[in-house]
């Protein structure tokens, strides 16, 4: 089982897209690690924790939005892109991708649009409009090769403020006897990784 909350060696990564909802616009550009968040290029000048945008923490992921004037030099729109590498199978795998998304952030704004991409296929987009609301859940058997990706994007709607979001998700091994883990190893293919505190 490969785990969100355990970044790094499982295969997570952290990037985003520069035109919301489009894979083909996917980049690392700028992302770097404080030890604490994966932090994207654009600095914010108000008051947050981290200032920097997007960002990604073990468990949760934030966009950023040119539609809030002034508050991003740039200006940049940023949807914060937690992508799966599966080049640690050695061949076609069945799997089961399940996880929960939640917008924790419940200062306002308009809330954010999760969407799940498999392999360049859209699974899921859900427009959330309920801060705080319960835990949303997915769950999707799927084969995945070495190659395969997947990306979970929260695009930021129109603004970006208070779109903190919650995304857990979890990859496993479909099995019909005892589970087992799927082997893991340290994967750096697509983008900069980072190992977060359990
Ligand atoms: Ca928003």
């Known amino acids: 089982m490969l785990t969100a909350g355990t970044e790094g060696a499982n295969g997570f990564s952290y990037c985003y897209y520069t ?11 700028g992302m770097t690690f404080d030890g604490t968040y994966w932090l994207g290029p654009f600095q914010w000048a108000g008051p947050s924790i981290p200032d920097k945008f997007p960002f990604f923490d ?6 950023v939005s040119i539609s809030n004037p002034g508050s991003i ?5 940023a949807s914060a892109v937690r992508r799966y590498t599966a080049s640690e199978l050695a061949g076609p795998t069945s ?5 929960t998304y939640q917008d924790v952030d419940t200062g306002g704004g308009d809330s954010v649009i999760f969407r799940i ?3 360049g296929v859209l699974k899921l987009a859900d427009g959330l409009a309920d801060d ?3 835990p949303k859940s997915f769950s ?5 090769l070495p190659t395969s990706i997947v990306d979970f994007e929260v695009d930021p709607k129109n603004g970006f403020l208070f779109d903190r979001t919650l995304v857990t998700t979890t990859v496993s091994r479909k099995l019909f006897r005892s589970p087992s883990r799927v082997r893991r190893s340290y ?3 697509h983008c900069k990784l980072a190992r977060f505190p359990n």
Do not use: E
């Open 187 to 189: 994967s750096s293919q």
């Open 73 to 77: 030099p740039g200006p940049a729109n």
């Open 19 to 29: 035109t919301f909802g489009s894979l083909a616009t996917f980049t690392t550009s």
């Open 95 to 99: 799997v089961t991708i399940a996880g």
């Open 132 to 134: 705080g609301g319960a």
């Open 58 to 63: 073990a468990h949760t992921q934030h966009p």
């Open 117 to 119: 991409f498999i392999d």
């Open 140 to 144: 999707f058997n799927v084969t995945l």
